[in-house]
């Protein structure tokens, strides 16, 4: 199974792409588990969130046609506590993924 992290497409209500220590914390945080078996060889996730005070990600919501895989990342990243201080409070982030399942 293999991730890729894409570019943020569309327009949303003006959320930024995680870049640098962040998006390798977030990755680091979803891991590479298996994750459970699809209905779908390949797959997208789009998961939009914030970072608190406490340096907690808060998942606001992730969009996939794969059920399963929303509950996994809600699961790898709601609540996890990670290095970035956002620049703004109440910043929002979207991270778009493609899952590949072989």
Known sequence: MTFLFMGVTGATANPIEP??????????????EYLGDYEFDDFSVEVLFTINSKRE?????VESENKEARTYFKRRLNYKKVGHLPDSPGEIFLLPVKVRVP
């Open 19 to 32: 870049n640098g220590e962040l998006r390798s914390e977030i990755e680091s945080l979803i891991g590479r």
């Open 57 to 61: 990600v808060i998942v606001l919501f």
